[in-house]
């Protein structure tokens, strides 16, 4: 079975999730606070997929995951992309995905960055929205998520500071390389050609707003009450992503 290592610290929220997202797609788990790793990284050479979760990391000191990403900047960022460059994958969520952005990981094109702020509404915002998955995206975890119906391809959403800002020349080079996983199916937040998730130029490293670990079981969707059999005989979208990685990184072998 796959290793999943799943990293927390102060005011992260969502790591039971993501651990139950992993075990559920067929994955062993373990959790790990940040300050544990950065004294002995050597977990990370063990996992086959990292995840960093959402939350309020830090309590959104300075900015969101601005103390989180510092940390991993400086004593971990060279360890995960050892960890890549083997074949493992990494995903963040929401404050993860800020993460992400922040250390360097994300959007992984030399001289291109981005940038996740405010929205444009100013608001926090908990809702669920449709998304569209980009049919020519490399990503691993989300492979074979293209041509669903609109009532099942929605993911939650929970943030004050998503929306995702980039020149056009990234913007057209991240949609050029198949870095775009997903977009809102209508304009959420202000995001730059509505891109609500993106991976590195490997298909690897996976960032994005929405919360698929908190839509593993058709009872989480607005209304599951409504669907039809036949389609809740399906694995919900969010645990869908999951399972897509497991299987991906599964053979691959951890250093």
């Known amino acids: 079975m796959p290793n999943a290592l799943v990293i927390r610290t102060a ?8 651990l139950r997202a992993f075990s559920l797609a067929g994955a062993e788990t373990t959790l790990c606070h940040l ?5 002995d990284p050597s977990p990370i050479d063990k996992a086959d997929l990292i995840g960093f979760p959402g939350g309020f990391s830090y309590g959104d000191d300075v900015a969101s995951g601005r103390i989180f990403a ?4 400086l004593g971990l960022v060279d360890r995960l992309k050892a960890a890549v460059d083997r074949g493992a994958g990494i995903i963040g969520i929401c404050n993860g995905f800020q993460i992400l952005v922040q250390t360097g990981l994300l959007p992984g094109i030399d ?11 100013g ?19 989300t492979r074979g998520l293209t041509g669903l119906t609109d009532d ?3 993911l939650p959403i929970a943030h004050a500071e998503g929306c995702l800002v980039a020149d056009d020349d990234t913007v057209n080079a991240l949609s050029t390389n198949g870095q775009v996983v997903l977009r809102y199916a209508s ?7 509505r891109i609500a998730g993106i991976c590195d130029p490997t298909g690897r490293v996976f960032g994005l707003m929405p919360h698929p670990e908190r839509y593993l079981d ?3 969707h607005p209304a599951w009450t409504r669907l039809s059999g036949k389609t809740k005989s399906q694995e919900p979208v969010g645990l869908r992503m999951f399972r897509g990685a497991v299987e991906s990184v599964a053979g691959v072998g951890a250093g």
Request: with cysteine; charged share 25%.
């Open 11 to 18: 005011g992260t929220n969502c790591e039971q999730e993501l």
């Open 35 to 39: 300050d544990s790793l950065v004294k």
């Open 70 to 73: 510092m940390h991993t900047r």
């Open 111 to 121: 001289g291109k960055r981005v940038a996740l702020t405010g929205n444009s509404g």
């Open 123 to 141: 608001a926090f915002i908990s809702d669920w929205c449709r998304v569209d998955f980009q049919p020519e995206s490399k990503c691993i975890w």
């Open 152 to 154: 099942i391809s929605v």
């Open 187 to 193: 304009d959420v937040n202000g995001s730059a050609d």
């Open 218 to 220: 058709w009872n989480r």
